[in-house]
């Protein structure tokens, strides 16, 4: 899991006794304070289009994979399995990079170059055409530590949030976006924005997008704006799996700030 402080600052590892860091956990937020990143808390959410994508790349391998003479069903399961799991592992790793591409590039670290050239250029291209012109920053960490959550946003501007998520497709792609997505988006688009008082109340809201980037054919990016008709309908998700996160874990991070 993932924590934030009350100034948004990321928390997901602390010092061991032994001076090492290890990853923090439920323990350490109860003691300092600490909130849930919002993808922490949709992990008690079913995501049908990632368990999908996971039962797809198994039968690939199982499609890819020669058995050998020698194998067992259980041997030969098992190697179809470790296959699937590099491949998976593969294609996370394909995604933070580019996310750290993309970040290098919006904040002017490191020029894209190559392929990396052609995905940047066409992720400008469609915030230029979609959202006009924005004061973005990129990689932005928030704490709401009145609700109890934290997070990092991808691409933040005072009108928009952006997400963007890394996906095998080509110009012949289908459905890329799952409404789980507009959750995640919703906690997001309301950070440093006037809230109401209540949890469950739609507070005042950005407007919100994917940017999917195709992870098979350089240059393909799609943008996908989530209507404004369901916010309301996607702030009650969200936050109803945050009351339910706080009560499975028997955790309530906001009571260390009331009266703050």
Known sequence: MHWYDKEGTPQHFVASKNGKLRASTLRDARKFGWMPSVTSVLDIMAKPGLDQWKINKAIESAINL???VTETDAEYSKRI??????????AAERGNRIHTMLENGFKEIEKPKGDDEAIFNSVKSLLDVNCGEQAWKSEVTFAEPRLGYGGMVDLLSDEWAIDFKTKEFGADHKQLGYDSMAYQLMAYAVTG???????SETPTVRKM???????TEPGLTVFHEWSKENYERYWEIFSSSLTLWKNLKQYWPEKHYEGN
């Open 209 to 215: 997008a994917n940017i999917f980037i195709s992870a």
């Open 66 to 68: 020669d058995r050998l």
């Open 193 to 199: 924005l006037e809230k109401s008082s209540k949890e």
């Open 81 to 90: 399995l470790m296959h699937s799991k590099e491949e998976t592992a593969k």
